[in-house]
């Protein structure tokens, strides 16, 4: 009995009972899984997600293989077509639009991936913060929120670059605080809703501590929703940039971005359609998979809804 | 149950007041009442009859708005201004709670486990989680959860509403409070479940040895429960007894109608309910006299001048009339539950 012959089986194996019948599989999954899982079904939201990590592994990486510099101009290869030696065709300085496509990219996603960042956390903070306070902070912060919304966004950006844009990095903390309010909305409203949620009442009538209260029960609530705004708010930032780029108001050259190609492209549109067709293509690619993107995660993201509903 | 030893609760002249435009809504009007250790206290009420507003105020839950007065020893300590640091100390660990929907009381993110794991953390730093989520599965079979071991790690949406709420019971029971406060906890479920929790319930807090304050509005949940029954109306006690004194022998009209409107299955057919005619009274305007006076069929000149005071007729018997004396004897088989029905 002592060795490590078989190993005792279960001596009572029940009959189905009633707590087999509802929800009770072998393995509890966790909740990450369950998210996976939900998100694995949206088939257009895996189409968005593959789309956006392929155009991302091509953008950082692509720039280090293309045997053409994105700034090395070449007067010989003057807005020329797509052919084997320039796959995109090359501008009006001969500069290959594939290296160029590429490198702007990147600081298209740059902008994006940073704006979602800063607007997304800032209006999180701020939104958490007047919705669980209330009162006079909620006030006051949906006043500004308000204030906001009621400017004319693109007028007002406009001015905004003229004194302070032409980096990408100036442009970014431009949108950023312009699109913070994004997110401070969708947060404050959940704050609200969860706050006289009675598991958060339940949660003081435990005894648990309003920090507590907030990191625990109220902010995993809205994690769905915050990560869904990051997301569209990245596909927000790429599009502006794009249009404040393209007025000649965004990225400067000798920086380069897609908005920025696409502005150098409008003198050529009958001549050389692909010079504009391409960035901007890749504009609209990049923001539509990265709103599937988002529809996948709001829809996975939702604790209570559950796989095959 | 006996009356010796100290009690539990003691609330003494407890009134919580909301601001409101039209004035402040009284919600509670000098509530005074004993729970003993060990001893089950249902308060039975209307909506709006202040039952769960009492309660919120004893855990200082309430907006900060609401105004609070009067007293409240629990275990010879004054909740009523309590620091809210000491007083959250005691929610969760010597007071629980029990809410009324459990569809909503849990955090859907996290595991039912993970939530009963918490309550005993966080009044209790030195307990490992491992330790924690194991007395968590103690806690749910305890509570009647098939398959504890396995349930535990699951979320409350794979839970039925009646598992959720003995989940919640579990959770309530987790730190073995001295004092359960039941709010409507059966309101929320199915008619069936309904006496299968409440048996779990009652089990717990035998269990425990935890007192209870049942608030309810469903007079036919607490006479299996409950030693004592306290009726409230218009913020105000209108009736108190024994539970099996109460139900033989009502005193006050406004129990009495209470009584005469729940139906019976063994009653004639075609026989119609007996409601209470009218509405509760609106608690920013309270009639100046008896609370009940509009809706009374005893009520004399004197009902609408002044407000009754909560006077004993018997031994633990209270009842707040004017009219006591001369209220007819309760002849209507109706009253007597389970009585037969003509």
Known sequence: ?309 | MTTNGNPVLRVEDLSVAFKTKHGYAEAVRGLSYDVMPGESVAIVGESGSGKSVNALALLGLLPRTARITGSALFEGEELIGMDPDTLRKIRGRRISMIFQDPMTAFNPVFTIGNQIAEIITIHDSSVSDNEATKRATDLLDLVGIPHPERRVHQYPHEYSGGMRQRAMIAMAIANSPTLLIADEPTTALDVTIQAQVMETLAAAQEETGAAMVLITHDLGLVAGVADRVQVMYGGRIFERAETRELFYNPINPYTRGLIQSIPRLNEERGVRLNPIPGNPPSIIRMPKGCAFSSRCEFRTQVCMDQPAELEPVTDGHWSRCHNTATLPPVDDPRLIPGGAGR
């Open chain 1, 1 to 309: 009995m002592t060795d490590l012959a078989a190993p005792e089986k279960e001596a009572v194996t029940p009959v189905v009972d009633i707590g087999e019948v509802e929800g009770l599989s072998e393995k509890p999954e966790s909740f990450g899984r369950q998210a996976w899982d939900r998100f694995r079904r949206h088939k257009v939201a895996i189409a968005g997600a593959v789309m956006l990590v392929l155009i991302i592994l091509l953008f950082i990486f692509a720039p280090m293989f293309t045997p053409y510099a994105p700034d090395e101009p070449n007067v010989l290869e003057r807005n020329q077509g797509p052919s084997l030696n320039h796959p995109f065709g090359t501008d009006d300085l001969g500069r290959d639009l594939m290296a160029r496509v590429f490198t702007g990219g990147r600081v298209s996603l740059l902008i994006a991936f940073v704006v979602s960042l800063l607007a997304t956390t800032l209006g999180t903070l701020l939104g958490a913060i007047a919705g669980y306070l209330g009162g006079f902070t909620d006030t006051a912060v949906s006043q500004v929120i308000n204030l906001f919304l009621a400017v004319p966004l693109l007028p007002v950006l406009l001015v905004f670059a003229v004194r302070f844009g032409s980096n990408p990095i100036s442009v970014a903390l431009l949108l950023s605080l312009f699109l913070w309010i994004r997110a401070a909305r969708v947060v404050r409203g959940q704050f609200l809703t969860l706050k006289s949620m009675e598991f958060v009442q339940a949660a003081r009538a435990m005894g648990a501590k309003p920090m507590r209260i907030i990191g625990r029960h109220v902010l995993p609530n809205t994690l769905g929703p915050i990560l869904v705004e990051a997301t569209l708010l990245a596909g927000l930032a790429i599009i502006l940039e794009s249009t404040l780029s393209f007025l000649g108001l965004g990225v400067k050259p000798p920086d380069t971005s897609l908005g920025v190609l696409v502005d150098e492209a409008k003198g050529f549109i009958t001549d050389r359609p692909t010079r504009i067709l391409i960035p901007g293509s890749m504009i609209t690619l990049i923001v539509l998979s990265i709103n599937f993107l988002g529809d996948g995660l709001r829809d996975a993201l939702d604790p209570t809804s559950r796989v095959g509903d």
